[in-house]
């Protein structure tokens, strides 16, 4: 696949078939993802992937839990903007969203990622995107998430027996599975405006003219 | 370019020629960046492109103090265990950092990044990654550094106008330029003893047998 099409239609694919993802596919996409960069090249992460029912059961349940205390908290405001807005967009993601959580135990895989010393993030993102591109190059659709780590962290290593009194925490977790929909660009806000040359709030004397990437007309995805 | 082939050898080149990198490859790189996903599709996060040597010089000069505050706090054991151990990967890493350091103001693109409510990166190291991976399909080196955020986040804000009292946080300074190395796969210790089946410690039944890209003989980066 070309570089420039996954980076342009890599989207949260969040709505997936049951079907299994190859085991030889799981490898592809972690041997792809640990080949980011990290800081010092220390590495320091852990992927425990989980197809398992019964472990996916007690994680749904904790997702949903945790699912639900953000729509009524942190996402509530702009929820009710939202729909007093008639914003579609925000009104998709967020019964994507609820899909997710309502299915959690169908999708076929999660990757649990966990890392210890990386407080802004920096060293683990860039591993988790890795998987998420390698896997769109296999056709397999992917969401990242973080809401158990935010909000069931301490229960979701309990269920998965991870020894947080080593500094082990939970930074992401990613859905994986063949996607029901299609392939599509994902749509952004124009970057000019938020582009700026040598210092906040100075315009950049352009508009992007070529991208890398444009999707061809009738693109199946 | 191939996208496997990308997420293998995309890794930290930090030596750069002086050579500018033309608007065109800069727009293109920054219009990849903002495809990643972000919670919500918030897209919250200002790119701050610099180029200008009377500013390369004043965050130069930060640069500096902060990576001798670094090397001389969180990685003083760390660098005294490798020098020890004869590690020269290690040695090699902290050199190409020293020269980074040093040349700031010879690096003829510098990426900063802000984000405002994105406390664990999940919203900005994806776009941070897309923009390395869209570079390097065009030949431009990049190297993620995050030390400026880290120790002079204040200093760095006043150099470039930053209204920090808006929210708005320094998650990323990426150096960018045409590398004077050649590019290659990165290394990386194998996956299988680090990924784990349905709980942490189980060991997973495989080991990748067929990565999705193999460094051909004779690669020329």
Redesign the interface.
């Known amino acids: 696949?070309?570089?420039?099409?996954?980076?342009?239609?890599?989207?949260?694919m969040r709505r997936v078939k049951p079907d299994p993802v190859p085991?030889?596919v799981i490898?592809?996409m972690?041997?792809?993802a640990?080949?980011?960069?990290s800081?010092?090249?220390s590495?320091t992460?852990?992927?425990?992937?989980?197809?398992?029912p019964d472990?996916k059961a007690q994680l749904g349940s904790l997702y949903r839990e945790a699912f639900d205390e953000l729509q009524s908290t942190v996402?509530k405001e702009?929820n009710e903007r939202a729909v007093a807005a008639g914003d579609e967009?925000?009104a998709r993601?967020l019964r994507s969203s609820r899909w997710l959580a309502d299915h959690f135990e169908d999708v076929p895989l999660w990757f649990f990622v966990y890392t210890r010393n990386d407080p802004?993030?920096?060293n683990?993102?860039?591993a988790?995107?890795?998987l998420?591109?390698?896997g769109?190059?296999?056709g397999i659709g992917t969401?990242?998430t973080?809401i158990l780590?935010?909000f069931k962290a301490g229960e979701t290593a309990g269920v998965?027996?991870?020894?947080v009194e080593r500094g082990w925490e939970l930074?992401?977790a990613v859905s994986a599975g063949y996607p029901t929909g299609r392939w599509g660009?994902?749509q952004?806000?124009p970057?000019h405006p938020?582009?700026?040359?040598?210092?906040?709030?100075n315009p950049?004397?352009?508009?992007?003219?070529?991208?890398?990437?444009v999707e061809p007309e009738g693109f199946a995805g």
Request: aromatic share 12%.
């Open positions: 696949m070309d570089l420039y099409e996954a980076l342009y239609t890599t989207r949260a085991d030889s490898q592809q972690l041997d792809a640990v080949r980011a960069p800081g010092g090249n590495q992460w852990r992927f425990i992937t989980v197809t398992s472990i996402y702009a967009q925000a993601i802004d993030g920096s683990i993102f860039p988790v995107w890795n998420m591109l390698a769109r190059g296999q969401c990242l973080t780590g935010h998965l027996g991870v020894p930074k992401a660009t994902a952004r806000a970057i938020i582009v700026y040359s040598d210092g906040w709030g950049v004397p352009w508009t992007v003219d070529q991208p890398l990437w």
